[in-house]
């Protein structure tokens, strides 16, 4: 089965500061994707990769898919209060989605 | 567009009661839902799958008799817990997605409902 590994696995940034989350697959990826969720909320889909080198962004966040597509990274530039929560990568494999195991955002002021 | 909404929010029911919780795709036609379970702290644990029109395809260790999944429709799916128990007490989220769309891999998913079971 594919597993999915984040880091890291918590993360304390100053609001205005650059971060990075990283999630690495024991496997190739043919469809990696970006969740977002707050405390006892569901999932927000941020964003979908599928190719080697693909790179999408939305407003502050940009996120990457390695070359040999077993990684990729979610970049927030000048990070805001309303980035924080729990960001969750995730692949298809056999038509179900495997979830990372997630990194806890906290911004402080 | 792709917006999921599950009613109710929240739930609080006595042990041995069975609830229904509605998961809807509101703007789009979900040709597959599925269920999820989360406890605290931890990442979200795959139940069943449900296509419209056919029977839910359960994962490995989780009750079908105890949590019985139903899709009526294209745009609605339905968790009722049976005789539920504290130990049933979680949050529950569902995703929707459609291969009719042209994002038709994307689960998107509903805001969860949060069961306590006294």
């Known amino acids: 089965s594919q597993e999915l590994e984040q880091s890291p696995q918590s993360l304390i940034v100053q609001e205005g500061k650059n971060l990075t989350i990283n999630c690495t697959s024991s496997?190739?990826?043919?469809?990696l994707y970006w969740y977002k969720q707050k405390y006892g909320e569901g999932l927000i889909f941020l964003m979908m990769l599928q190719k080697g080198g693909e790179e999408k962004s939305h407003e502050k966040i940009t996120a990457k898919l390695d070359e040999k597509k077993q990684q990729s990274s979610l970049h927030i530039t000048a990070s805001q209060p309303s980035h924080a929560g729990i960001y969750l990568c995730?692949?298809?494999?056999?038509?179900?989605?495997?979830f990372g195991t997630g990194t806890r955002l906290t911004i402080i002021p | 567009g792709a917006v999921v909404s599950q009613h109710p929010s929240w739930v609080i029911c006595k042990s041995g009661t069975s609830v229904k919780i509605e998961c809807r795709s509101l703007?789009?036609?979900?040709?597959?839902m599925f269920w999820y379970r989360q406890f605290p702290k931890q990442s979200l644990m795959l139940m069943a799958t449900s296509n419209e029109g056919s029977k839910a395809t359960y994962e490995q260790g989780v009750e079908k008799d105890k949590f019985l999944i139903n899709h009526a429709s294209l745009t609605l799916s339905t968790l009722t817990v049976t005789s539920a128990h504290p130990e049933d007490s979680s949050f529950y989220i569902c995703?929707?997605?459609?291969?009719?769309?042209?994002?038709?891999?994307?689960?998107?998913f509903g805001p969860g409902t949060r069961l306590l079971v006294l």
């Open positions: 703007d789009f036609q979900a040709t597959t």
């Open positions: 995703s929707a997605r459609s291969y009719r769309t042209p994002n038709g891999k994307t689960q998107y």
């Open positions: 496997k190739t990826l043919y469809g």
């Open positions: 995730g692949a298809v494999t056999n038509e179900k989605l495997t």
